[in-house]
């Protein structure tokens, strides 16, 4: 896997490490979090490595996929893209 681009750089930033740039860029008062970019599956954490709810299976497709900005509510369009549970490893 290659090197993230350091956040400066990578105009996808917000789009998949929401809550790393919030760490390095801290919120000033009165300021809040974007609840779109929290909202992204791909800026959610990574789930069991065991779970197989749709959740769980869409957030790892969404983060190789940021770029296409996946929301919570994508989740049934993405789960429509994956291969059936148990097929993952047929081929």
């Known amino acids: 896997m290659t090197e993230p681009l350091p956040l400066d750089k990578d105009p996808y930033a917000l789009a998949h490490r929401y809550r790393e740039y919030m760490t390095e860029h801290p919120r000033r008062f009165l300021e809040y979090c974007n609840p779109y970019y929290e909202r992204l599956l791909a800026n959610q954490p990574d789930p069991a490595a065991d779970a197989t709810d749709d959740h769980s299976?869409?957030?790892?497709?969404?983060?190789?996929?940021?770029?296409?900005f996946y929301e919570i509510r994508d989740?049934?369009?993405?789960?429509?893209?994956?291969?059936?549970?148990?097929?993952?490893?047929d081929g």
């Open 57 to 68: 299976r869409a957030i790892p497709y969404a983060k190789v996929h940021y770029e296409c």
């Open 75 to 89: 989740i049934r369009r993405i789960i429509t893209l994956l291969p059936p549970l148990g097929k993952e490893n």
